[in-house]
DNA sequence: GTGAAAGCGCTAACAT
DNA sequence: ATGTTAGCGCTTTCAC
């Protein structure tokens, strides 16, 4: 192995000192023309690039963000996080990663592995068991530790932090109503995630959006459940009722509907509109395609990271105040309802 | 904000020296009982914890790998990604992610960003202009610099160190076989990759098993591609030839034959068998659900993690040579494909 | 059993 | 224009 090159080796084999090497390289106007070109082109020559975790040390930041997933798996997250990504490089920033398949105790223990120095905030989507248990001391002492959060989608109203979500309530709205004009009448209400805050705000949307053009909400066509083998389980009855429409909160949900309804030969969207929460390239290619609500994954992301950074790149007084930021969805018209 | 606790404080505050209070956190016998608990409990208190950085500098290594990523949005990338994450961490390692969005410049640039002593090794899948230019140079020198690589799936023969990849030539004879063992007579291929090492892998095994049954490999069923937009185009003249059987190389071939056979009132799997290579979920939710060609890409970033840190972790005269393992694929059989 | 001191690689205030 | 020094937070050898 040929030796990492350092300042001080540098320093010693041109016979200046290590601090004449660091100014050369930072091109600073106390070193003379030419010894700054001779600093240069050697370093260049042996391939030296200052060590960063040095720097880190010197200067306290470390520029890397920590980023908390509750599953990559899932296409929304993994959109989001790509927008982080880019966004965070575009000015500089490292992403270091971490899954927390939907446990509190993985959720704690990458904050905790990161919370020493080795990153200079999170961005992070709660995971399901630390909303369903509503345990949010680890944000919190974070927050209080200096250590900036923004949370994105899944947030809780109890953490103070900047935030970054969609208006789930509005998009649902907005859906159902869209169906209303499609001459839907009775709307099935889907879901697998009701344990999670934004399946709850669009079941209110839902359900806002039915009683605001005077049709009755019947709890027989609305089915909530917070895991996939129950609403496989139960997604039958639904069917028996008679309905010409689904809403359909998340993925599994559209998908098993859309299945279930082929299966049963009902036609799509002729007898039977379906609109569902989802980010996946799938709901293109499904046959027929699904209309969707777009949650626009990748600009959640970028927003998140650059409320972070500015954060934490804004000097000790000019904190921002912590601010909430609303990204607009929009609604995918496909195959899988009629065009108005 | 508090300040964070530091060596320094806490020895000022207790009255005792650095040293100490250093050596009693890390139990050192050295230690008195009671100093020790006196410390540890104090630090407790202030909720210490040792600054990474400063750690990482006194040890040169950052227990922190770096992961290059070609796409996140492609599930099997995704699930790859969740493989290494999960083993590092079981390591005790954290995981930097960056996406090179199949760009050589951004590969380039994300080693450059790494190779300073904030990762020691990288796991990595070539990027398609990387591969297509077959310019390595950025991996040697990282070699060179004792940077260790573990490469997984798109992988360069030119390159010296440790790979994870599936047997994409086996794999495909083995899935054609079975489809002829289907009874299948004319089985187009398709492609959208075929500027990937694995899809030519793949095309081989196809042509051997065909070959090998005696079938003559008729190339207007052969339909290879680096780009969708060529691919949707030309699709369709495959299908105005006779074909009883469809072997997909990539997601989106597999997905877009199935629609198109779908829209053309075609039979599956009656009229026309399909395996595709696959990892999504979406492939069992397609109706037919998909068979595939599973690549197993969580193991595949496990293998890849173990084999990384145990290179990290060897001592400098037992180094491993290098080794490629092999992921055995499986055949998921599922409704796009008749029971044997 | 405890402490002083050196050093990891770098920057920057302060000499010269 | 160049060099000396101190220090970021920690570990570790060596004195006491």
Redesign the interface.
Known sequence: ??Q?ATLKQIAKELNVSVSTVSKALSNSPEISEPTKIRVQEFAKLK?Y??????V??KSKR?K?IGVIIPN??N?FF??V??GI??AA?DRGY??????SNESLQKEIH?MD??????IDGFILSISEETQTKQDFKHFKEAI???IPIVMFDRISDEVSCDKVVVDDFDSAVHAVNHMIKLNCKRIALLSTIDNLSVSKLRAKGYRKAVADNNYKVDENIILLTDNTEEFDNKLGFVFENDIDGIFALDEHAS??A??HA??KGIKIPDELNIIGFAD???SR???PSLSTVSQHGPEIGEAAAEMLINRLEAKEEEAPEYVTKVIKTELRQRESTRKL
């Open positions: 192995m040929k990492k391939n690039k200052p060590n960063n975790i040095a880190n040390l470390t890397t990559i798996l296409p993994a959109k996080f790509s990504e880019k490089n490292n992403v270091i990663t971490c899954i990458a592995m990161l919370s020493n120095g080795t209080s530790d200096d998908v098993m859309m299945k082929i299966k996946g390239v799938w290619r499904l046959t």
